[in-house]
């Protein structure tokens, strides 16, 4: 019934899910750390193959952040079979696998529940060299703070679902950077030997920077003119168009949150607006910020210097105008 989707073959495949089995057998790389990790979400878009792709990035994104390489992938998938064609379901899977095919990793399988929700992710393993990993808890004063993606994909899909003006655009643009994947920035980390990352998600960047402040014990500054952001999203964000989360996710940072009194307050929101397949948080030491800069904008990523790493005997982040 799926007709337009089919399982591709890979070698490092020994048993397959295909025969009946209740399980998948992969060879894995025996001098590699494996990195694991599980995501999915609701549709933010309408296109049900962007949709898969979107998600797919999504999730592969936390293997990426950790300087990792995607190795496999599992579908998980909740669909509402007597409200939708199963051709969507075949489509977001299409979308899906061919993300994790980009990626270079095997897409393994899945599981599929009937729900009266919508939902799509995927579980993820990859593969790290240890002495290349990343983590929240590795920022260092004095590293500068490099951002690959522009924020706002909440507030472009709250747009989106409010069948706002022009939502056929702001789709565009929502897929064209939650559908990029974050390999790049991954191939920086390994590269540069950078010891601080975090993916911009959930949480916000606010959100996420705090994260890592907290994990680092640092004080984390960020410039917030200088973080880039998505078309349409300042005067979307300006009409009210903010997600719940935006909200809850600067009520969380209150407590060791410093905001200079001059930021525009809608601006305040577009840094907490939850982030869907967003970029990499870099922790950057100065020393190495122009060849990273260099090796992210030649492949096409962004590479915005947004905030610095500071020393400080509380964790914390702060908010300034320049």
């Not at 007709?3 to 073959?9: C, I, L, N």
């Not at 609701?42 to 293997?63: K, Q, R």
């Not at 009520?251 to 809608?266: F, G, K």
């Amino acid at each position: 019934m799926l007709s337009s989707f089919r399982w591709e073959k890979d070698d490092r495949v020994l048993i397959s899910g295909q025969g009946c089995e209740d399980a998948v057998v992969l060879r894995f790389p025996s001098d590699k750390a494996m990195v694991q990790s599980l995501d999915f979400l609701t549709p933010m878009v309408n296109d049900p193959y962007a949709f898969g792709c979107i998600a797919a990035s999504n999730a592969l994104s936390d293997i990426y952040a950790m300087g990792g390489a995607p190795f496999s992938a599992m579908n998980i998938v909740c669909f509402p079979k007597d409200c939708l064609p199963l051709e969507v379901l075949s489509q977001i899977l299409r979308g899906g696998q061919d993300t994790v095919l980009a990626a270079g990793a095997v897409m393994a399988g899945g599981h599929t529940v009937e729900d009266q929700e919508l939902k799509f992710g995927l579980a993820v393993t990859g593969e790290a060299d240890t002495s290349r990993i990343a983590v929240n808890s590795g920022a260092r004063a004095g590293d500068l703070l490099v951002l690959t993606k522009p924020i706002g994909t909440g507030i472009l899909a709250t747009a989106i679902k409010a069948k706002w003006a022009n939502a056929q655009g702001l789709e565009q643009e929502l897929v064209k950077w939650a559908g990029r994947l974050n390999s790049v920035g991954a191939q920086v980390i390994r590269d540069h030997r950078v010891q601080g990352a975090t993916d911009v998600t959930g949480f916000g960047l606010g959100g996420h920077a705090m994260e890592m402040a907290k994990a680092a014990g640092v004080h984390i500054q960020v410039s917030a003119h200088a973080v880039p952001i998505m078309d349409h999203v300042l005067e979307l964000a300006a009409m009210g168009l903010v997600p719940a989360g935006a909200y809850a996710n600067k009520a969380h940072c209150q407590n060791a949150l410093w905001i200079e009194s001059e930021i525009d307050p809608i601006l305040m929101d577009v840094i907490f607006d939850p982030q869907t397949s967003g970029g990499l948080l870099l922790a950057v030491p100065e020393a190495s910020l122009a060849k990273v800069q260099d090796d992210l904008r030649r492949q096409g990523d962004l590479a915005e210097v947004i905030g610095r790493v500071m020393p400080g005997s509380e964790y914390g982040v702060g908010l300034s105008q320049i």
